[in-house]
């Protein structure tokens, strides 16, 4: 029985990242031997067994065959007579296919290392095909790594396996759980780009591809097309470090645009509600945690005002903030604000460079109106029908009390708003 470490494990010590997860192979071995030994099994579909003290994986070497089509009709076989090598060709990259044995010796039969100085994802055999979860799982890892770039003949290899209908068996789940995580990534509009490459987002996510270009005014959005735009947005979400939910409404918050009637562009008047009703269904199909739902409905439906904060009147200010929630949900409205900033830098020019005071202005206008006591007003009037009117008339006064200050940060200032009058 011998032992190899494999796959990211191998990949990111070649890379001289830090090594988070490792997996191993046990080439030579039955699931008698192993238990024998001590190992706990957790393989569902193949055997895999837990370490007895380091709670490692380690699964018996296998080879599969596809038997049905999509993600899950695979057929695996387990035998101590198959070989390392044989595992590691049903591997996805090259990058991927590589494994240290015991003796410190690094196995690489498929060029893996090569690969990864020329900085290239290349499958490791014809069995990609087989799994069009390796598709998602391609692009996820350009968001990760961005300096890479796909092979050509892997590149045409997905394209073949998006015309042949595989990505649509992927279920909703698992292209939420790839999403999800790519977008998580340093450069997670190369995972856009991987997937329209290939063909695939047309059919996961064409309400994205379909922004592709459509124009937008370059007076606003000096890069013109709004898909690009969309990436830029994502990319500075990242750069910035927000969480998940705040990513998927920055990728999602102009989809009505993809539906503006072609002889008014590239304005795109009113987009805001189109891209409401869609972003809500995009999150509804891919079945999206309510976190993320919630906050990217919010962000399309709400963008366009917020970024003309600075002009709005202090009961517009106070009626955003009841609308959106934002007194029983502080967080979600300044998560959506987060958003907005990254859609006003995410464009190319000078603007990404901007300031985005309408930020901080609707962030002190939140403190401002919770700081009214809703309930001291309430026990003060007799006619508890009138509590309602007369709280809302009490955060207004707040709100244009704070744009009175010379200090308040709700001032009238002569700076157009970037995105409403497109």
Same mark, same amino acid.
């Given at each position: 029985?011998?032992?190899?470490?494999?796959?990211?494990?191998? *990949?990111?010590?070649?890379?001289?990242?830090?090594?988070?997860?490792?997996?191993?192979?046990?080439?030579?071995?039955?699931?008698?031997?192993?238990?024998?030994?001590?190992?706990?099994?957790?393989?569902?579909?193949?055997?895999?067994?837990?370490?007895?003290?380091?709670?490692?994986?380690?699964?018996?070497? /296998?080879?599969?065959?596809?038997?049905?089509?999509?993600?899950?009709?695979?057929?695996?076989?387990?035998?101590?007579?198959?070989?390392?090598?044989?595992?590691?060709?049903?591997?996805?990259?090259?990058?991927?296919?590589?494994?240290?044995?015991?003796?410190?010796?690094?196995?690489?039969?498929?060029?893996?290392?090569?690969?990864?100085?020329?900085?290239?994802?290349? @499958?490791? #055999? =014809?069995?990609?095909?087989?799994? =069009?979860?390796?598709?998602? /799982?391609?692009? *996820?890892?350009?968001?990760?790594?961005?300096?890479?770039?796909?092979?050509?003949?892997?590149?045409?290899?997905?394209?073949?396996?998006?015309?042949?209908?595989?990505?649509?068996?992927?279920?909703?789940?698992?292209?939420?759980?790839?999403?999800?995580?790519?977008?998580?990534?340093?450069?997670?509009?190369?995972?856009?780009? !991987?997937? *329209?490459?290939?063909?695939?987002?047309?059919?996961?996510?064409?309400?994205?591809?379909?922004?592709?270009?459509? =124009?937008?005014?370059?007076?606003?959005?000096?890069?013109?097309?709004?898909?690009?735009?969309?990436?830029?947005?994502?990319?500075?979400?990242?750069?910035?470090?927000?969480?998940?939910?705040?990513?998927?409404?920055?990728?999602?918050?102009?989809?009505?645009?993809?539906?503006?009637?072609?002889?008014?562009?590239?304005?795109?008047?009113?987009?805001?509600?189109? #891209?409401?009703?869609?972003?809500?269904?995009?999150?509804?199909?891919?079945?999206?945690?309510?976190?993320?739902?919630?906050?990217?409905?919010?962000?399309?439906?709400?963008?366009?005002?917020? @970024?003309?904060?600075?002009?709005?009147?202090?009961?517009? !200010?106070?009626?955003?903030?009841?609308?959106?929630?934002?007194?029983?949900?502080?967080?979600?409205?300044?998560?959506?604000?987060?958003?907005?900033?990254?859609?006003?830098?995410?464009?190319?020019?000078?603007?990404? /460079?901007?300031?985005?005071?309408?930020?901080?202005?609707?962030?002190?206008?939140?403190?401002?109106?919770?700081?009214?006591?809703?309930?001291?007003?309430?026990? #003060?009037?007799?006619?508890?029908?009138?509590?309602?009117?007369?709280?809302?008339?009490?955060?207004?006064?707040?709100?244009?009390?704070?744009?009175?200050?010379?200090?308040?940060?709700?001032?009238?200032?002569?700076?157009? =708003?970037?995105?409403?009058?497109?």
């Amino acid at each position: 029985m011998k032992t190899y470490c494999v796959g990211g494990a191998i *990949r990111d010590e070649l890379l001289g990242l830090p090594v988070k997860d490792r997996d191993w192979v046990v080439v030579g071995a039955t699931p008698e031997a192993l238990l024998a030994q001590g190992y706990r099994p957790v393989g569902k579909d193949f055997p895999v067994f837990l370490h007895p003290l380091t709670h490692e994986e380690y699964a018996l070497a /296998r080879t599969e065959r596809k038997t049905a089509p999509g993600y899950a009709g695979f057929v695996f076989h387990t035998d101590p007579a198959v070989t390392l090598e044989e595992d590691l060709a049903r591997r996805d990259l090259t990058i991927n296919a590589m494994a240290r044995g015991e003796d410190g010796v690094l196995r690489d039969p498929y060029g893996g290392q090569a690969d990864l100085q020329a900085r290239i994802f290349r @499958h490791v #055999s =014809p069995a990609f095909a087989e799994d =069009p979860v390796r598709i998602l /799982r391609m692009a *996820r890892f350009a968001a990760r790594f961005a300096d890479f770039r796909v092979a050509p003949e892997t590149l045409q290899l997905m394209q073949a396996m998006v015309t042949a209908g595989e990505v649509d068996a992927l279920v909703p789940e698992r292209v939420w759980q790839e999403l999800a995580r790519g977008l998580m990534e340093a450069r997670p509009s190369r995972m856009i780009e !991987v997937l *329209r490459d290939c063909g695939a987002l047309a059919r996961i996510l064409p309400e994205l591809d379909r922004l592709f270009g459509i =124009p937008q005014p370059a007076r606003y959005h000096p890069e013109i097309d709004t898909g690009a735009h969309q990436l830029l947005v994502l990319d500075e979400a990242a750069a910035t470090g927000q969480p998940l939910a705040v990513r998927l409404a920055c990728l999602f918050h102009d989809l009505g645009k993809g539906l503006t009637p072609a002889h008014i562009l590239p304005h795109h008047y009113g987009h805001e509600a189109a #891209s409401e009703t869609l972003a809500r269904d995009v999150c509804d199909r891919l079945k999206c945690p309510a976190d993320c739902r919630d906050l990217a409905v919010m962000t399309a439906r709400e963008h366009g005002i917020v @970024h003309q904060a600075l002009q709005l009147r202090p009961e517009t !200010v106070v009626k955003l903030i009841e609308r959106c929630d934002g007194l029983r949900r502080p967080a979600r409205f300044e998560a959506m604000l987060a958003a907005c900033a990254c859609d006003h830098r995410g464009r190319g020019g000078d603007a990404a /460079r901007r300031a985005y005071p309408q930020e901080a202005c609707l962030l002190a206008a939140l403190s401002a109106v919770r700081q009214v006591d809703a309930g001291a007003i309430a026990r #003060s009037l007799e006619d508890k029908s009138r509590i309602p009117a007369v709280v809302h008339q009490a955060r207004v006064a707040a709100v244009r009390a704070l744009s009175a200050s010379p200090t308040g940060g709700v001032t009238k200032i002569d700076i157009f =708003p970037c995105g409403e009058r497109q």
